[in-house]
């Protein structure tokens, strides 16, 4: 709030504010989006400029589209509480937080403060600092363009909490291929690089496989599976928890003309 730019012009009620730079290509369902819009009530869009109030299950034509709900519910922008939104690109990241907003009908003093940030690579992080009144009544998720694909997180129930983050991004590619197409000649064969990447990857059984079409009216489709076993990093416990190194004296000396 120090040093990002207001997203509103003046307080009110079912607003929509945009296109606003990302700074970066943002990827989302398959698009590339460089704008958003922020709406008063507690999401924001890639593409959408309603003022819609009405929470509902993701995905579904109930809510905009292409759509992220940080807590989408009917919420006001009091004055009195100096209730404000601001957006800022910090040259790793999009951020757009909510700072003293309260819920529609309920008491200006009962206030919520959140934000979404983000990352070029895709992924999404909602965090609420501080949230009050009653948090039942709202979703948090995503859902795409046609509205028929998204992730509900919540919805209408009791889930988000103060000092509480939510990540959402797509799962590492952990196997990929060297070469996409090719030709086989009769009798022949060619091998195919295949790599496997735990990267960022936690420890667990991952399941996948490679899907060959050919031309070869006996094998026009052949599936190979693979499977990646990865082990997590150990848990290092230590005893004690804390050291006492004492006190650090510095000195300091110059030589004075």
């Known amino acids: 709030s120090t040093i990002g730019t207001p997203v509103f012009a003046a307080y009110g009620d079912d607003r929509n504010e945009g296109p606003i730079p990302i700074g970066f290509d943002f990827p989302f369902y398959g698009e590339t989006f460089n704008t958003l819009n922020v709406c ?14 009405s929470n ?49 009908g309920q008491s200006s003093t009962i206030l919520m403060n959140f934000e979404v940030i983000l990352y070029p690579s895709g992924k999404i992080v909602y965090q609420y600092l501080s949230m009050s009144g009653t948090l039942t009544s709202a979703t948090v998720g995503i859902q795409n363009a046609t509205r028929d694909d998204g992730l509900t ?38 091998d195919i690089p295949v790599e496997f990447n735990a990267t960022e990857l936690i420890g667990g059984l991952y399941e996948g496989g490679l899907r060959v079409t050919t ?43």
């Open 40 to 53: 008063t009530n507690g999401w924001l869009s890639f593409t959408s400029t309603s003022t819609d109030l």
């Open 56 to 104: 509902a299950l993701l995905p579904g034509t109930g809510a905009p589209e292409n759509l992220l709900a940080v807590f989408h519910d009917d919420l006001r922008f009091y004055g009195a509480n100096n209730a404000k939104a601001y957006y800022l690109n910090d040259g790793a990241r999009f951020i757009v937080q909510y700072e003293n907003v309260s819920k529609y």
């Open 153 to 190: 997180i919540a919805y209408n129930q009791a889930y988000v909490h103060d000092e509480m983050a939510i990540a959402i991004q797509a799962a590492p590619d952990w196997l990929s291929v060297g070469v996409a197409s090719g030709t086989v000649p009769p009798g022949g064969s060619v």
């Open 215 to 257: 031309n070869d009216p006996a094998a026009a489709l052949v599936d190979i599976p693979a499977t990646l076993d990865v082990t997590g990093f150990p848990g290092i416990a230590a005893d004690p928890q804390s050291l006492d190194f004492g006190t650090v004296f510095i000195g300091v000396s110059s030589t004075l003309p």
